[in-house]
């Protein structure tokens, strides 16, 4: 079976999701909303900080289906 095209090959490209709380899924998991933004992350941050804001983003992706 061929896959399907979402673009319709305009200029302005493609948006999946019209709002912060539409439900998105990707690779057959779950449609969930969009992962919280992490903040900048600063020159003064600890390690173990820059772990955990990795770790949440991580998991987030994982969540959506983004990474395995």
């Known amino acids: 079976m ?3 095209q979402l673009s319709d090959a305009g200029t302005g490209g493609t948006v999946l999701g019209q709002s912060a709380t539409d439900l998105i ?3 057959g998991k779950t ?3 969009r ?3 992490i903040a900048s992350i600063s ?3 600890t390690t173990a900080n ?3 804001r990795l770790r949440l983003l991580l998991t987030g992706m994982k969540n959506l289906g983004l990474v395995g």
């Open 31 to 33: 449609a969930r909303i």
């Open 50 to 52: 820059v772990k955990t």
């Open 2 to 4: 061929a896959a399907r």
């Open 43 to 45: 020159a003064a941050e």
């Open 35 to 37: 992962v919280t933004a």
């Open 25 to 27: 899924g990707f690779f």
